[in-house]
């Protein structure tokens, strides 16, 4: 069984972060472990409080996942503060998984913010260039490359600046895009595109933190970045047009859609 590492916050209404992470690995057949960056209080209608983990605790606990369950695939998400980052790294540099997928929260669906400017740059110099793919949507593509970016072609010029800077391949996911919903993906050497019409589902709560943890699942097993992508996206698609109402805001998806 492959397994996967999920390093990120908590969502106490499971929509996002660990939960999520956790409900897509396993729906995925595959062993979750996850390590914890923050407690958040937050539900469907937004983000009231986030309580983070001492640094020297997020790296106990990375310590004790890859020494005992080597993952095959970690996936980064909520990680708010800068000593929290530089211990993420520092495990990282150490035990240097095969398979990094990268999503780079900065601010929750609600508009809280939720990275700090000092873990922001550190992000930027130090864990980006670490990974396997980054997965911005289009507000941060914007922070991290100081574009604009509200075309196709704005997205590629975009996504080829931030491969320059980290040396890792960028997908930019195109859920703010006006017409319809396609991401982009450049790796140094081409550009793909995963078109994808605009599901109008007023509940999309942790749909970042899914899309990036399907993917890690997939380069889990092999399988190439185009068609791991594309595999989550698929995944990512029938849990939109799943019908699922919970909560007063923002909802959640139906991680478990595909299950009898």
């Known amino acids: 069984m492959k397994k996967i590492l999920t390093i990120a916050g908590s969502d106490p209404s499971g929509g996002a972060g660990i939960q999520a992470d956790i409900k897509t690995i ?63 790294i520092a495990g990282l540099q150490q035990y240097r998984p095969q398979n990094l997928v990268i999503d780079p929260v900065m601010i929750s669906t609600s508009g809280r913010r939720l990275l700090s400017e000092p873990a922001f740059s550190l992000l930027k110099e130090k864990l980006l260039p670490l990974g396997t793919l980054i997965t911005p949507n289009l507000p941060e593509a914007q922070a991290l490359t100081g574009l604009a970016i509200r075309t196709p072609e704005d997205m590629e010029k975009a996504a080829r600046l931030l ?37 109008h589902n007023p509940n999309t709560h ?42 007063k805001g923002n909802g959640p998806l139906n991680h478990m859609y595909a299950l009898p």
Do not use: W
């Open 206 to 247: 942790g749909t970042g933190c899914t899309l990036s943890s399907a993917i890690a699942c997939r380069l889990a097993e092999g399988k190439s970045l185009p068609q791991s992508i594309k595999e989550a996206k698929t995944y990512l698609t029938g849990a939109l047009n799943t019908p699922l109402d919970l909560g």
């Open 26 to 88: 396993t729906v995925h057949g595959m062993y979750a472990c996850s390590v914890i960056t923050s407690l958040t209080a937050q539900n469907t209608t937004g983000v009231y409080g986030i309580h983070n983990v001492p640094p020297e605790f997020v790296a106990a606990q990375m310590d004790c996942v890859f020494t005992d369950i080597y993952p095959d695939a970690v996936k980064i998400g909520m990680v708010s503060e800068e000593p929290i980052l530089a211990q993420i």
């Open 163 to 199: 491969f320059n800077a980290t040396g890792t391949a960028v997908l930019i996911k195109g859920g703010h895009l006006t017409d319809d919903a396609t991401d982009l993906l450049y790796d140094g050497a081409q550009t793909t595109l995963f078109p994808s019409a605009r599901i």
